[in-house]
């Protein structure tokens, strides 16, 4: 079935069909605005038609710059004469910038949609589009899932022109580029991508423009739409494909060669090919100094592994492998289970299930009561738990160093998977012991060294090996030594290798 925004019509001269038709296309709705003028001295070209929908447009624009100066030069007859073309009066009577003209009645139906100015002179087949569209945004706000202590403080908001004017702030270049594409056959999502010519692989590039281009659906809503029609593996727990609401951690995945996919109404960007340590990293690590960063980011390695692996070790361990345990531990953990109706696994997963339950409630509730709500219901049913004899103290903190751990990981997404693969481990651990773990974690990694991101292997710089890229992986040397770009094929670097800063000569002081 074919919408209304993908049946040809190319535009006539009668200004009469034209407007006939765009009403029909139209369904007469209460918010578009059609107004007839006569402008001119000469019968036979003196009327056009003005299409506007009200809340898409600016009215003091539409009022000062296309209004006013048509109905000002009606005033003055003297204006028109004529040996000239009435068109080409009209777009020298409109003052505004941004002025096209177009024949083709889909591409006029979308410039309306879009919130510009259309206008129709009887006579002439080409219409003229006027660029007056805008309407109430956000405020470029501090973000809201990827906080910082130091580092710029602003955010992407839902307008897509505004987030490409804040990624034109960080990167200055002439070879910065956008390319727009228009998605969904009723929403006519706007959708850019943004690269870096000369830095950016052109194979990615052309990838990611084919895999839009192939895109046919009702509506792009959201980032998350185009993310799961585009993204490399979709039975995966693993994300393929990045999304960032921070200006300057786009602009530095553009910088090392990353494309970035802008979607229009959405303040999340689409950053591409990623590999599995991207997720693990924050862009405060690079406002930092090397070694803070280096020392932050393997705490952040180690509570990754501890939020996947924690709750399984425990249930193998006191379920298969107590001789593990010193007998001091065990004899306390034996204790403190005496009374407890449940086994390991089930006592593991009634305490995680609780927990997934609570931090869903804290998000979906008031923001005014939600982390009171939270606390307190965590603290209240564990202590109340533990004094029914429904668990034990220690798995109580087991799961809670396992979410403390999981919410250190950067990325939502990563956090997710960890979560998710978590539950599938302690199933493993219960039924198998640490034989289960093993199986799992040796799964995971042939899963994870099987992945790739637009053609990118997922687990790069460590399989395959780059010895060199190691510098800003699991440890962070100082920024004069990092010189390659890790996703770009040119043999451009971001400083001179090896070229230290020195501090100056003492013989001048």
């Known amino acids: 079935m074919k919408t209304s925004l993908q049946v040809p019509f190319p535009m006539t001269t009668s200004l009469q069909d034209n407007v006939k038709w765009l009403q029909d296309r139209l369904g007469k709705s209460s918010d578009v605005y059609y107004r007839q003028l006569e402008i001119g001295v000469y019968p036979d070209t003196n009327s056009v038609g003005l299409f506007y929908i009200d809340g898409l447009v600016q009215n003091d624009i539409l009022n000062e710059h296309v209004s006013k100066p048509l109905l000002s030069a009606h005033e003055n007859a003297s204006y028109w004469q004529q040996d000239i073309c009435f068109h080409d009066l009209l777009c020298q009577a409109i003052t505004i910038s941004e002025l096209t003209l177009s024949k083709e009645g889909t591409a006029v139906l979308t410039a309306l949609l879009g919130g510009n100015t259309i206008l129709i002179a009887d006579g002439y087949d080409e219409v003229i589009i006027a660029g007056t569209s805008g309407w109430d945004k956000r405020a470029i706000e501090e973000p809201q899932t990827q906080t910082v202590v130091r580092g710029p403080k602003e955010s992407f908001t839902e307008d897509i022109r505004t987030n490409t004017s804040l990624i034109r702030r960080k990167i200055r270049s002439p070879d910065l580029r956008f390319i727009s594409l228009f998605i969904g056959r009723y929403t006519q999502t706007e959708v850019i991508i943004c690269y870096l010519e000369g830095i950016a692989d052109e ?7 084919s895999r839009l281009e192939r895109i046919d659906t009702d509506s792009i809503l959201e980032s998350g739409f185009i993310e799961e029609y585009i993204e490399d593996v979709t039975y995966s ?3 393929t494909i990045m999304n960032s609401e921070r200006p300057d951690a786009v602009a530095a995945g553009i910088l090392e060669g990353q494309i970035a996919i802008l979607v229009d109404g959405t303040p999340f960007v689409l950053q591409a090919p990623v590999t599995f340590f991207s997720f693990l990293k924050s862009s405060e690590d690079y406002y930092q100094r090397f070694d803070i960063a280096t020392f932050i980011r393997a ?3 180690i509570s990754f592994v501890v939020s996947m692996l924690l709750p399984s ?3 193998a361990i006191t379920t298969f ?3 593990m345990l010193p007998t001091t531990l065990l004899i306390s953990l034996a204790a403190q289970r005496e009374g407890v109706p449940f086994p390991a696994l089930l006592e593991a997963l009634l305490m995680e299930v609780t927990f997934e339950v609570l931090r869903e409630a804290g998000v979906r509730m008031p923001r005014v009561i939600g982390s009171a709500i939270s606390i307190v219901g965590a603290l209240v049913l564990g202590q109340a738990s533990v004094q029914a004899g429904l668990v034990s103290a220690a798995m109580v903190i087991i799961v809670s160093f396992t979410a403390i751990s999981n919410f250190v990981t950067p ?8 979560r998710l693969i978590r539950f599938g481990l302690m199933l493993l651990a219960g039924s198998f012991g640490l034989f289960g773990i093993l199986t799992g974690c040796m799964a995971i990694l042939i899963h994870l060294a099987s992945l790739r991101s637009f053609g990118v292997p997922y687990l790069t710089p460590l399989a395959p090996l780059a010895v060199s890229s190691f510098k800003d992986t699991l440890l962070r040397v100082p920024r ?5 770009r890790p996703f770009t094929r040119s043999n451009t670097t971001r400083t001179k290798p090896y070229d230290k800063p020195s501090p100056p000569n003492k013989d001048r002081f």
Request: proline content about 6%.
């Open 203 to 209: 194979r990615v590039l052309l990838e990611a423009t």
């Open 313 to 315: 070790l425990y249930i």
């Open 299 to 301: 705490i952040r390695y």
């Open 321 to 323: 492998h107590q001789e």
């Open 237 to 239: 727990p693993f994300p």
């Open 411 to 418: 990325a939502l997404n990563m956090a997710v998977a960890a």
């Open 480 to 484: 004069w030594l990092i010189g390659l």
